[in-house]
């Protein structure tokens, strides 16, 4: 065997002119050369004044100090981009947080004012002529104030007794996944909602405005409005139907209380709702808080006929799927014609819910690839994934509230109670974002509207009208 070689034919022993290569920088240094002349030296490579990690040696020192213009230029380009990039995220937070007020200012005015324009224009939502059958203590005129406000605590009572009631039993059908049982109960209030109180709000509405209409066209009409309503609320549709639907369904109900709640009553409801929110959400033990964090931790949302949201979250399927592949995978595609950024859906074999969420790895499309159907669908739907929530029981407290004050028949009075609103509103986002969790957000606009409608109506009101009365302007 030569000498150098093992049986493999390797070398083992390696002359020292066998380490050095043609290349000079690789033998700069080295002190041998293979032609016996000295090595050509490399030009030095310029320090990047922009990258100060290339200028590292051995060990990690830097191979030559900064001049102190340098360093000055340096520091001021770092000093340049933090403040460059803290004013893009303060211009963000402003952005952001001033489109998530007006995202809920907004839908809960168009329900307000249609309150309101409905109590002013239609007497028959005004008058107390009916009650429900759990507030059975009526105030009578020759009462007094005691006891006026003594049954109107009673039938408070018995109205947040029911309230928490029914708001357990949600809980324990949400808890056990009786989702079949809450899509028929909600869907049978919104049956009741978008077929029947609409079509009384039409005919008291054609009433007062001594107009009519063949009944063809009013069963044409309220048939198609209550089933393209129950498709975008239960199922899907555009965002903005989606919303529409939802503020209706708010303002009718908030008419149907304001129909059927005494005076006394109604008050005391609101303030005693606004208390027991509180507890409900802020609580340890509280029903709603239970409630969201159980479907924060089944990554699921909340049921869209419950809560009012700026973006959208549509339940795709609950179907029972096993162990069948064909059926998740129709499930994904469901998912993914609504929308392209879609997070796939969970499958636990019982039930399939999608969240549309943008996801990070979905947030753009290669060149290469050839985009499909649902991703050329317009930018907007990636941003229905997600947005401010409201839980539609304040729709419906914040337009009781007004449309009680609606029927003092004084314009200072319902103004002053819709801006009480829209600013405990605010001052509940505000809280949001600095707290970052859920809060109650009946407490802050209801205590605000329950004090300038009594400020104004006992005080503000007989000032001006004395006022106008002697014709004296301030």
Same mark, same amino acid.
């Given at each position: 065997?030569?000498?150098?070689?093992?049986?493999?034919?390797?070398?083992?022993?390696?002359?020292?002119?066998?380490?050095?290569?043609?290349?000079?920088?690789?033998?700069?240094?080295?002190?041998?050369?293979?032609?016996?002349?000295?090595?050509?030296?490399?030009?030095?490579?310029?320090?990047?004044?922009?990258?100060?990690?290339?200028?590292?040696?051995?060990?990690?020192?830097?191979?030559?100090?900064?001049?102190?213009?340098?360093?000055?230029?340096?520091?001021?380009?770092?000093?340049?981009?933090?403040?460059?990039?803290?004013?893009?995220?303060?211009?963000?937070?402003?952005?952001?947080?001033?489109?998530?007020?007006?995202?809920?200012?907004?839908?809960?005015?168009?329900?307000?004012?249609?309150?309101?324009?409905?109590?002013?224009?239609?007497?028959?939502?005004?008058?107390?002529?009916?009650?429900?059958?759990?507030?059975?203590?009526?105030?009578?005129?020759?009462?007094?104030?005691?006891?006026?406000?003594?049954?109107?605590?009673?039938?408070?009572?018995?109205?947040?007794?029911?309230?928490?009631?029914?708001?357990?039993?949600?809980?324990?059908?949400?808890?056990?996944?009786?989702?079949?049982?809450?899509?028929?109960?909600?869907?049978?209030?919104?049956?009741?909602?978008?077929?029947?109180?609409?079509?009384?709000?039409?005919?008291?509405?054609?009433?007062?405005?001594?107009?009519?209409?063949?009944?063809?066209?009013?069963?044409?009409?309220?048939?198609?409005?209550?089933?393209?309503?129950?498709?975008?609320?239960?199922?899907?549709?555009?965002?903005?139907?989606?919303?529409?639907?939802?503020?209706?369904?708010?303002?009718?109900?908030?008419?149907?209380?304001?129909?059927?709640?005494?005076?006394?009553?109604?008050?005391?409801?609101?303030?005693?709702?606004?208390?027991?929110?509180?507890?409900?959400?802020?609580?340890?033990?509280? +029903?709603?808080? @239970?409630?969201?964090?159980? =479907? /924060? $931790?089944?990554? !699921?949302?909340?049921?869209?006929? &419950?809560?009012?949201?700026?973006?959208?979250?549509?339940?795709?399927?609950?179907?029972?799927?096993?162990?069948?592949?064909?059926?998740?995978?129709?499930?994904?595609?469901?998912?993914?014609?609504?929308?392209?950024?879609?997070?796939?859906?969970?499958?636990?074999?019982?039930?399939?819910?999608?969240?549309?969420?943008?996801?990070?790895?979905?947030?753009?499309?290669?060149?290469?690839?050839? +985009?499909?159907? @649902?991703?050329?669908?317009? =930018? /907007? $739907?990636?941003? !229905?994934?997600?947005?401010?929530? &409201?839980?539609?029981?304040?729709?419906?407290?914040?337009?009781?509230?007004?449309?009680?004050?609606?029927?003092?028949?004084?314009?200072?009075?319902?103004?002053?109670?819709?801006?009480?609103?829209?600013?405990?509103?605010?001052?509940?986002?505000?809280?949001?974002?600095?707290?970052?969790?859920?809060?109650?957000?009946?407490?802050?606009?209801?205590?605000?509207?329950?004090?300038?409608?009594?400020?104004?109506?006992?005080?503000?009101?007989?000032?001006?009208?004395?006022?106008?009365?002697?014709?004296?302007? &301030?």
């Amino acid at each position: 065997m030569p000498k150098g070689q093992d049986g493999f034919g390797f070398g083992q022993g390696v002359d020292d002119a066998s380490l050095h290569s043609n290349d000079p920088l690789l033998d700069e240094g080295t002190g041998a050369s293979t032609s016996g002349r000295q090595p050509t030296k490399a030009s030095p490579l310029k320090p990047n004044v922009r990258e100060p990690l290339l200028n590292r040696g051995p060990g990690n020192q830097p191979r030559r100090q900064y001049t102190q213009a340098e360093q000055e230029e340096l520091q001021r380009r770092r000093d340049q981009a933090r403040r460059e990039h803290e004013e893009r995220e303060h211009e963000l937070e402003l952005k952001y947080g001033a489109e998530s007020v007006l995202a809920l200012i907004k839908p809960v005015s168009a329900c307000m004012i249609v309150v309101i324009a409905t109590i002013r224009s239609v007497t028959y939502f005004s008058q107390n002529d009916t009650s429900f059958a759990y507030t059975p203590f009526e105030a009578d005129e020759s009462e007094s104030s005691g006891q006026k406000f003594g049954g109107a605590l009673l039938n408070a009572l018995i109205i947040i007794a029911i309230v928490v009631a029914m708001t357990f039993f949600l809980l324990l059908l949400y808890k056990y996944e009786c989702y079949k049982a809450i899509h028929g109960w909600l869907m049978l209030s919104s049956l009741l909602l978008l077929f029947f109180f609409s079509y009384q709000y039409a005919e008291q509405v054609l009433i007062a405005q001594n107009a009519s209409i063949d009944w063809i066209t009013m069963a044409v009409s309220v048939w198609n409005f209550g089933t393209v309503g129950l498709l975008c609320i239960h199922w899907r549709g555009p965002l903005l139907l989606q919303q529409f639907y939802l503020v209706a369904v708010s303002a009718l109900m908030a008419l149907v209380l304001i129909k059927n709640l005494p005076d006394w009553t109604t008050w005391v409801v609101l303030a005693a709702v606004a208390i027991y929110d509180l507890f409900a959400v802020l609580s340890p033990c509280g +029903p709603l808080k @239970a409630l969201v964090e159980t =479907a /924060q $931790e089944r990554d !699921e949302p909340l049921f869209p006929a &419950l809560i009012y949201s700026s973006g959208m979250a549509w339940i795709v399927t609950m179907a029972d799927k096993g162990d069948n592949p064909s059926a998740t995978e129709e499930g994904d595609s469901t998912a993914s014609v609504a929308s392209s950024t879609a997070a796939a859906p969970q499958d636990d074999g019982s039930r399939d819910l999608a969240t549309f969420t943008p996801s990070a790895g979905q947030s753009s499309i290669n060149a290469e690839q050839r +985009p499909t159907p @649902a991703q050329q669908q317009p =930018a /907007q $739907e990636e941003e !229905e994934s997600s947005g401010v929530k &409201l839980g539609l029981g304040d729709f419906i407290f914040y337009s009781v509230l007004v449309g009680k004050a609606a029927t003092a028949n004084e314009w200072t009075t319902i103004t002053a109670c819709y801006i009480a609103i829209l600013v405990g509103l605010a001052c509940t986002l505000l809280l949001l974002s600095i707290y970052q969790k859920a809060l109650p957000a009946l407490p802050i606009s209801v205590f605000f509207g329950i004090v300038f409608f009594f400020v104004t109506s006992e005080l503000l009101d007989p000032l001006v009208n004395r006022l106008n009365e002697r014709q004296l302007f &301030l």
